[in-house]
């Protein structure tokens, strides 16, 4: 049964500031480690326009089965 995936729009200071809380809460760490946060590409967004496409590119790449580690790799031999 799929139970769907949780990302966080955020830093990652906020993040951990936000897991504590969470788990002070009674939240399990398993349960916090399924959610991905930051959640989007990383493509240097900066705006919300910008950040919106990010978080709809790394969510059509996880539809689509392509690896997070692959997506890097092209970053890296495809240069700006």
Request: glycine content about 8%; aromatic content about 2%; some cysteine.
């Amino acid at each position: 049964q799929y139970h769907g995936r949780l990302g966080v729009i955020g830093s990652k200071s906020m993040w951990n500031a936000l897991t504590k809380i969470a788990i002070e809460s009674g939240i399990s760490s398993e349960t916090l480690s399924s959610v991905n946060c930051p959640i989007g590409l990383d493509i240097g967004a900066e705006s919300p326009e910008e950040i919106a496409i990010a978080v709809l590119a790394e969510i059509l790449a996880s539809h689509k089965g392509i690896s997070q580690l692959k997506l890097c790799l092209c970053s890296v031999l495809i240069p700006r």
